[in-house]
């Protein structure tokens, strides 16, 4: 899928909430780093994982499904296998309110559920991840496309 720079700016801008599906909460797994980035970066992050309802992660219960959520929602961020997108994106259709984007990560895309969501006037990004969009198009990524911070005048 190709997607104009000025779109993706425009889905991250207009974006404050984010329901991340398959969060995890181990720290070293994508999932958990991408939703934690976001909301450092003043997203609203809400988890959803079931094996891990009622927990807390960042600040936040995580919640069993998308149906579960009381109040609209921006953007769902699907991190699951793509033969589970066509449920995501039906129980998105179902109960989520507000709903403008749906964005499936590196390695997921379902064209068929896809277009059954933009049908309904959603836009879908595809095999993307929002963090490193994020990074590329506000200035963050540097050097061979990592993200290298301060260097120290020391060294």
């Known amino acids: 899928m190709i997607y104009s720079d000025d779109f993706l ?8 909430s984010v329901a991340v599906v398959g969060v995890s909460l181990n ?4 999932s958990y780093y991408v939703a934690r980035y976001l909301g450092l ?3 609203k992050v809400i988890p959803i994982n079931p094996m891990h309802a009622g927990k807390q992660l960042f600040g936040q219960t995580v919640l069993a499904s998308l149906s579960d959520i009381e109040g609209p ?26 709903v403008q984007t749906i964005w499936m990560q590196i390695g997921v895309e379902h064209a068929e559920a896809a277009a059954k969501a933009e049908t309904q006037g959603i836009d879908v990004i595809q095999n993307r991840c929002p963090k490193i969009e994020y990074q590329r198009l506000f200035g963050e990524l540097r050097m061979g496309g990592f993200a290298t911070g301060v260097i120290s005048s020391k060294l």
């Open 41 to 43: 970066k003043g997203y």
């Open 73 to 98: 929602v921006d953007m769902v961020d699907i991190f699951r296998r793509s033969e589970a997108v066509p449920d995501i994106v039906d129980e998105t259709l179902a109960h989520v309110t507000g």
């Open 27 to 30: 720290p070293v797994r994508p």
């Open 9 to 16: 700016k425009s889905v991250l801008t207009r974006t404050k």
